[in-house]
């Protein structure tokens, strides 16, 4: 099994940054692909960014790209995604996630989850 904790949330105005964390516990081996994912309220929960733990490799949102960067220390099973020059656009949960398959982008493919951590912007 795996367990994912997310922390670093948190009320920011726009245009702030902000750096969320993730740590991994349990059979982090078997973890491929670790990403970012955030759900909105009245929203369906989407793809913010993804990391792969032999070459990281990254894929990010069109939304993000640019503005939020994505980075893993296998070595200290941990993840995090910095986020700059943020919108009231961004105000979500965001869940950390992983899968030990390929990087993909939509959410059923990813097999553990965090419980979410809340990141608001205000105007």
């Known amino acids: 099994q795996v367990q994912l904790v997310e922390s670093g949330g948190g009320l920011v105005q726009a245009g702030s940054s902000l750096t969320l964390s993730c740590a991994a516990s349990g059979r982090t081996l078997s973890l491929n692909v670790m990403g970012w994912f955030r759900q909105a309220p009245g929203k369906e929960r989407e793809f913010v960014a993804a990391?792969?733990?032999?070459?990281?490799?990254?894929s990010y949102a069109d939304s993000v790209k640019g503005r939020f960067t994505i980075s893993r220390d296998n070595a200290k099973n941990a993840l995090s995604l910095q986020m700059n020059s943020l919108k009231p656009d961004d105000t979500a949960v965001y869940y950390c996630?992983?899968?030990?398959?390929?990087?993909?982008?939509?959410?059923?493919?990813?097999?553990?989850w965090g419980q979410g951590t809340q990141v608001t912007v205000s105007s």
């Open positions: 990391i792969v733990r032999s070459d990281s490799a990254t």
């Open positions: 996630a992983a899968t030990s398959g390929l990087l993909r982008t939509p959410p059923q493919y990813y097999t553990y």
